[in-house]
């Protein structure tokens, strides 16, 4: 019976609460919605990376040879492995970049995978989707290829459609290919193409017809071992005892690698989305504050009618928990939505493949998660109304702060925060140290915050506004506009924003009386309850702060990485051929229209042995050693460094000189053309494995690719070099180059500056002079980094926005409680003559002022963030848009307006006779 009444009165209290009820449930549910969408999208994105790994990795062991690929007799040991039973498959691939246009940009190539039909895959094949019975080894031969739906889904084909795919180089062609193919069959977007965008299926056998008398260097080799770990462990050790030149990975390491990064992006997301609960919180503790004000009456009469403060208690918190249940159902519900709408955007801006996750206990997690922070947050509220004593409301006198609540507020308060970070920490999969840190960080550095923003409230809420002018106030005036006249030297932005200030404080003075009766009542209004006025202004702050901060940053980082291209990148269009084909462009370069300025490379790749002697097999695996990880980057750019080379026609007069600086030893010249000596980049001797081995006079035993020959060099100079000059590689005569080409037949690399109106006339006049040239048309690569930029800003801002909802849902409770305490204020008001369009205009001037000012505080706060950033992380300056600056300060002052119009347009047309009936 007694528990039927409390819920009854409980349930009957939120429906007559009306607007206020609605407010707070709001407030959860946007909390709960964050945590709840951002946990839905983190696990789609864990599943992505980490449910079908041995189909990503591409078997057991993936093993890697991008500095000097697998030939024919590499493959050998793996067949030898097979035979002995250690492996139970493998299969070589080729992976190259292709495009469907030969003037395609680069935001346009999508992956072209070379494969064996007859061994790929050495795991379950992906989902075939047309035809469904279909499978590699019958669709991929001749002209047929095998496409991702991310194929057609970005370039519009279907099956049976054929096309032409311009291949870019690699090191079995030395040139660019071009294949006409028909679509054979679609898979879905699993395994190996999960994350690698759109992508391609076509037959080695098909591939080689590109350059027949050159044999097939494979890039990558998948292994089976039957989901044997222990073996797949002893045969990645096989392999790189074997092969120190290639980087292995087991499936479980892929999968390690996989948690880790999915791990940092779901703490990421779940303390977002605790940020934006945290501010929902500060919003449930104000919107308790008016539903118990509202009833003081009724609690004084609870209380003499022989309830208990533990009856008081249980009943609020009925009421709290259901406000929490209904908000949390709300905000679980909306949240599904919303993960699958970011979903969507994921898969579409980052083309990557996740499935749909509906976690049943995330979506109940949501609405405990609501109930909990209704309980947590509400407690405060709720035992001060307990706490409510009888006479003071018959009576209608204050309630006054006694020693005793001032001590009751600062329990509560610090039981709140112990709550609140014990539900952090389960949030963050009891992560203890990660959950301390970001509640009590998050607390700490709003509560300095709050200083400035006391100080700035104290200071509002003091400003004078005079009869008439008067020489103190216009010394003010003075003071302000020469200080904000400094300011804008240093912070043009914010400086102009305070002069615009002083300006409108000059012009006060000059307005009719009722209009500065209605600005001084705004201004004192803001002192009046300075600890909701700051908490308002926090709220506030962080969305703003948040948004602020990814929309300039990300401008930034787009300008200056815009300028970077348009300082280096001097050329539009890159053209890879071989020495036959270069030698036929090189008599015909006049006949190619648009073509204003070139620069010429000509390179090869080959494998390192030794250094002085020592094989540079047992430096790599003494720096491997010390670092735990065989496949560290230092150990693979000391092999790009040792196993590249760039050639120059020395005999003819050709030396390294343009963008090449020679920091000791000494330059090539003529007399080198028919030596073995090289140039060696400065950036290598700094690599750990590397250091105190390397010196002038060191001498390098190289193999060429196809392992026909070895030759050895000696390091005369050191080099430094800027641009595009040098690839980085070691510089060294022609002649040695072609002779570590396979076929003798080096890569020649062009970097061409074309007029962008004749680039197709151009590129069609190369082909038909060399033929099958490879093309990479950078003329929109700015346009590129800038639509990637743009996603992740997107991305961010959708994530910040909800912290910035919350806020204003913060502005919505704090309106609605200054109203209910006014009420009497405003009913003497009316009755002097007041309308309500001067009191709501009071309203709104002393909301816009409280959110314009603290915009305007986050926004400074931002400026001094990029100085920072700019200084010690990406060291170049970091500018401020005014645009956005401007844009959000008085977004934030027009938001609030809005929103402070919305709730009191009612309680300003209250009547005086309802207010001051009894007065």
Same mark, same amino acid.
């Given at each position: 019976?007694?528990?039927s009444?409390y ?13 206020r009820?609605v ?9 709960v919605?964050?945590?709840?969408s951002?946990e ?17 990795n ?5 093993v ?6 697998f ?49 790929f ?20 031969q001749?002209?047929?290829v095998?496409?991702t ?9 279907? @099956? ?6 311009y ?5 079995s ?17 699993e395994?190996?193409?999960a994350?690698?965008g759109?992508?391609?299926y076509?037959s ?6 590109a ?6 260097l ?21 392999v ?51 539903l ?20 008081l ?11 929490g ?86 329990g509560?308060?610090?039981?709140l ?14 992560n203890v ?13 709003l509560?300095?915050l ?42 043009? @932005?914010?400086?102009?924003?305070l ?10 003075v000059f ?5 500065k009766?209605?600005i001084?009542?705004?201004l ?14 926090l ?38 051929a ?22 010429h490379?000509?390179i ?13 097999q ?28 760039q050639?120059y026609d ?5 030396v ?11 330059n ?47 390091v ?44 197709g ?33 997107l991305?961010l801002?959708?994530i ?20 209910l ?27 816009g ?13 931002v ?9 010690? @992380? ?14 959000l ?17 009612g ?9 001051l009936?009894?007065?």
């Amino acid at each position: 019976m007694k528990a039927s009444l409390y819920f009854k009165y409980a349930w009957r209290s939120l429906l007559r609460g009306g607007q206020r009820s609605v407010l707070a449930i709001l407030c959860i549910a946007v909390g709960v919605l964050a945590i709840v969408s951002l946990e839905l999208v983190g696990q789609m994105i864990n599943l992505a990376f980490t449910s079908n790994v041995r189909e990503a990795n591409g078997g057991d062991v993936a093993v890697a040879a991008y500095v000097h690929p697998f030939n024919n007799t590499d493959l050998a040991f793996f067949e030898r492995l097979k035979e002995q039973g250690e492996i139970s498959a493998y299969t070589p691939v080729i992976t190259a970049r292709a495009s469907t246009r030969l003037s395609a940009s680069i935001g346009e190539a999508f992956s072209l995978i070379v494969i064996d039909p007859q061994t790929f895959p050495v795991v379950p094949s992906p989902t075939f989707l047309q035809p469904t019975d279909g499978s590699f080894a019958r669709l991929v031969q001749g002209q047929q290829v095998v496409v991702t739906k991310n194929f057609l889904d970005q370039y519009h084909y279907k @099956v049976g459609d054929s096309l032409t795919i311009y291949v870019s180089p690699d090191s079995s062609t030395g040139t660019g290919s071009i294949f006409h193919v028909t679509i054979a069959g679609v898979i879905a977007d699993e395994g190996l193409a999960a994350t690698a965008g759109s992508t391609m299926y076509l037959s080695a056998a098909t591939y080689q017809t590109a350059a027949p008398d050159q044999p097939l260097l494979y890039d990558s080799i998948y292994i089976s071992t039957n989901n044997d770990q222990a073996r797949a462990d002893q045969v990645a050790k096989a392999v790189q005892n074997q092969f120190y030149y290639a980087s292995t990975q087991t499936a479980t390491d892929a999968l390690k690698a996989d948690e880790q990064q999915v791990d940092y992006i779901r703490k990421f997301l779940e303390i977002a989305g605790l940020l934006a609960l945290l501010i929902g919180g500060v919003g449930i503790v104000h919107t308790m504050q008016v539903l118990l004000l509202r009833r003081r009456t009724e609690i004084a009469m609870l209380k003499t009618t022989g309830y208990r403060r533990r009856d008081l208690y249980l009943l609020f918190g009925l009421e709290a928990g259901l406000l929490g249940l209904v908000g949390g159902v709300i905000g679980s519900a909306i949240g599904l939505g919303v993960s699958l709408l970011a979903r969507g955007l994921i898969m579409h801006l980052f083309m990557l493949n996740l499935p749909v996750s509906f976690d049943p206990l995330i979506l109940v997690g949501g609405v405990l998660i609501g109930l909990g922070t209704a309980l947590i947050f509400g407690l405060m509220p709720i035992v001060q109304a307990a706490n409510i004593r009888p006479l003071s409301v018959i009576r209608d006198l204050p309630e006054g702060f006694r020693p005793g609540s001032y001590a009751l507020t600062a329990g509560l308060l610090l039981l709140l925060s112990l709550l609140f970070c014990g539900m952090a920490i389960v949030v963050l999969n009891n992560n203890v140290g990660l959950g301390i840190g970001v509640v009590y960080g998050t607390f700490i550095f709003l509560g300095l915050l709050s200083l400035f923003f006391v100080l700035a409230v104290i200071v509002i809420s003091l400003l004078p506004v005079p009869e008439r002018l008067n020489i103190g106030f216009l010394a003010l005036i003075v003071v302000a506009l020469v200080i904000a006249g400094l300011i804008t030297l240093v912070l043009p @932005v914010f400086g102009s924003l305070l002069l615009l200030a002083a300006v409108a404080g000059l012009v006060v003075v000059f307005l009719p009386a009722t209009w500065k009766a209605n600005i001084k009542m705004a201004l004192r209004n803001i002192g009046r309850q300075r600890a909701r006025t700051t908490t308002t202004m926090l709220a506030l702050f962080v969305g703003i702060f948040t948004v602020g901060l990814i929309l300039i940053l990300g401008q930034d980082l787009r300008d200056a990485i815009n300028s970077s291209l348009a300082r280096i990148v001097s050329f539009n269009v890159i053209v890879t051929a071989n020495d036959r084909q270069a030698q036929q462009l090189e008599a015909q370069w006049s006949s190619v229209p648009g073509v204003q300025n070139r620069q010429h490379l000509i390179i090869t790749s080959c494998l390192p042995l030794t250094i002085d002697g020592v094989p540079l097999q047992t430096l790599l695996r003494q720096n491997a050693t010390a670092s735990s990880n065989p496949n560290n980057f230092e150990n693979q750019a000391a092999l790009f460094y040792l196993g590249s080379l760039q050639g120059y026609d020395l005999a003819h007069g050709q030396v390294p000189s343009q963008e090449v600086t020679v920091v000791q030893g000494r330059n090539l010249s003529a007399a080198d053309a028919a030596s073995d000596n090289v140039l060696l980049p400065q950036a290598a001797l700094q690599l750990a494995p590397l250091k105190n081995h390397l010196h002038l006079g060191s001498k390098l035993t190289l193999v060429s690719q196809d392992g026909k020959l070895v030759r050895t060099v000696t390091v005369v100079g050191i080099y430094r070099s800027q641009g595009f000059a040098s690839s980085g590689a070691m510089l060294a005569s022609l002649d040695l180059v072609r002779a570590l080409s396979p076929g003798g037949q080096a890569t020649n690399i062009y970097y061409l500056k074309i007029d962008p109106a004749q680039l197709g006339k151009a590129l069609d006049r190369m082909q038909a002079i060399a033929g099958a040239i490879s093309v990479t048309n950078l003329a929109n690569l700015g346009d590129y980094v800038n639509q990637f930029l743009s996603y992740i800003i997107l991305t961010l801002s959708a994530i910040a926005s909800l912290s910035l909802f919350a806020g204003i849902v913060i502005i919505a409770n704090a309106v609605g409680l200054a109203m209910l305490e006014r009420r009497r204020e405003l009913g003497i008001l009316k009755a002097v003559g007041y309308t309500s369009r001067s009191i709501l205009g009071e309203v709104l001037l002393e909301n816009g002022t409280v959110a314009g000012v603290g915009a305007f505080l986050a926004m400074l706060l931002v400026s001094l963030a990029l100085s920072l950033l700019g200084h010690f @992380v990406f060291n170049f300056n970091l500018g401020t848009s005014e645009i956005i600056v401007l844009a959000l300060i008085v977004g934030a002052a027009v938001l609030s307006m809005a929103v402070a119009a919305l709730v009191a347009w009612g309680a300003v047309r209250v009547r005086p006779l309802e207010v001051l009936r009894y007065e």
